[in-house]
Nanobody, 114 residues
Framework: VQLQASGGGLVQPGGSLRLSCTAS????????LGWFRQAPEKMREEVAC????????YYGDSVKGRFTISRDNVKNTVYLQMNSLKPEDTGVYYC????????WSQGTQVTVSS
């Protein structure tokens, strides 16, 4: 089982990135899915999740109104559109089920800096 995140990079404050996470070895249809972030010297936190049933979403207060989570069950992929990025959004981003049940993959680095 692997959930591999991609799409990170270096972006200036106010910029945008779109992260993708594709699963192998597991079908995501029946799972709520989440995006998690680990900033330097901080605990990993969930920033967004999307339900399996009706697509309802939840966002952490720090990203509400700026990030959008979506899923494509045909492609077995979950996305995170990140707009109006701030330096405090810097970190390694991971996807997993919500709550996390699968092995953590490598994640993708997002750096917001001028």
């Amino acid at each position: 089982v692997q959930l591999q995140a991609s799409g990170g990079g270096l972006v200036q404050p106010g910029g945008s990135l779109r992260l993708s996470c594709t699963a192998s070895g597991v079908t995501l249809d029946y799972y709520a899915l989440g995006w998690f972030r680990q900033a330097p010297e901080k605990m990993r936190e969930e920033v967004a999740c999307i339900s399996a049933s009706d697509g309802s979403t939840y966002y952490g207060d720090s990203v509400k109104g700026r990030f959008t989570i979506s899923r494509d069950n045909v492609k077995n992929t979950v996305y995170l559109q990140m707009n109006s990025l701030k330096p405090e959004d810097t970190g390694v981003y991971y996807c997993n089920t919500s709550p996390p049940e699968k092995p953590w993959s490598q994640g993708t680095q997002v750096t917001v800096s001028s």
